[in-house]
């Protein structure tokens, strides 16, 4: 099966353990609170709507409605280095193949796509991708897990962008984890995609951000 996420095929890769959450190479401290919010409030983050889609705060947590095949981000928080952050993404709409996470580092200039992105998928998908010069790349190709609640569900997201690491943990299991220097600070957001002909809703919630250090 493939994924067409704005306008590119991506390939999902099966893992050969698949059942089994891979152990983490560094320890991270997590430190001060530096934002939090569960969105009970009107919160200075984007708000707009263009036909079907629509994002922002509305019902306890930040909603994100789309039906367009490119990602769709909304931000609120900037601009921060080294974070550890946390978030509850609840899957609203039925269709399974859609990607929606958190943005780390990310820009927020008219027309940039600059930054790290953190996605999960209603299929049970998960994949880390950069935007760069207008594009979004796979640094990690989309796969299959079972560490992904599937379908109409919570899935916790803890995101990890300190120095240059980057990791996932879903549901307190770690995903995936990896190193890449490309991008040092920027915003923190979400982002959600749909698949062709279908829609995608997401509401986040309780969303907390923490400085985080590599333990030596």
């Given at each position: 099966?493939?994924?067409?996420?704005?306008?590119?095929?991506?390939?999902?890769?099966i893992l050969?353990?698949?059942?089994?959450?891979?152990?983490?190479?560094?320890?991270?401290?997590?430190?001060?609170?530096?934002?939090?919010?569960?969105?009970?409030?009107?919160?200075?983050?984007?708000?707009?709507?263009?036909?079907?889609?629509?994002?922002?705060?509305?019902?306890?947590?930040?909603?994100?409605?789309?039906?367009?095949?490119?990602?769709?981000?909304?931000?609120?928080?900037?601009?921060?280095?080294?974070v550890?952050?946390?978030?509850?993404?609840?899957?609203?709409?039925?269709?399974p193949?859609?990607?929606?996470?958190?943005?780390?580092?990310?820009?927020?200039?008219?027309?940039?796509?600059?930054?790290?992105?953190?996605?999960?998928?209603?299929?049970?998908?998960?994949?880390?991708?950069?935007?760069?010069?207008?594009?979004?790349?796979?640094?990690?190709?989309?796969?299959?897990?079972?560490?992904?609640?599937?379908?109409?569900?919570?899935?916790?997201?803890?995101?990890?962008?300190?120095g240059?690491?980057?990791?996932?943990?879903?549901?307190?299991?770690?995903?995936?984890?990896?190193?890449?220097?490309?991008?040092?600070?920027?915003?923190?957001?979400?982002?959600?995609?749909?698949?062709?002909?279908?829609?995608?809703?997401?509401?986040?919630?309780?969303?907390?951000?923490?400085?985080?250090?590599?333990?030596?």
């Amino acid at each position: 099966m493939n994924k067409k996420i704005g306008f590119k095929i991506i390939l999902f890769i099966i893992l050969g353990l698949v059942g089994c959450s891979p152990r983490a190479t560094v320890t991270i401290s997590q430190g001060e609170l530096l934002y939090s919010t569960t969105f009970d409030s009107q919160v200075f983050w984007d708000n707009r709507q263009q036909g079907v889609v629509k994002i922002g705060v509305e019902d306890g947590a930040y909603r994100m409605t789309a039906n367009v095949n490119q990602f769709v981000m909304g931000f609120g928080v900037g601009s921060y280095t080294d974070v550890v952050i946390q978030v509850d993404a609840n899957q609203l709409s039925a269709h399974p193949e859609n990607a929606y996470g958190v943005a780390c580092r990310a820009s927020i200039a008219e027309g940039s796509t600059n930054g790290y992105y953190f996605l999960i998928s209603g299929d049970g998908a998960t994949s880390l991708r950069m935007g760069r010069w207008g594009d979004i790349e796979p640094i990690i190709a989309w796969y299959t897990t079972p560490l992904v609640n599937t379908g109409v569900a919570v899935n916790r997201m803890k995101v990890i962008c300190v120095g240059d690491y980057l990791a996932l943990y879903v549901n307190d299991n770690l995903v995936y984890e990896t190193r890449d220097d490309t991008y040092a600070s920027g915003y923190v957001g979400f982002l959600v995609a749909a698949e062709k002909d279908s829609v995608v809703e997401i509401a986040f919630d309780n969303l907390f951000v923490y400085t985080g250090e590599i333990d030596e």
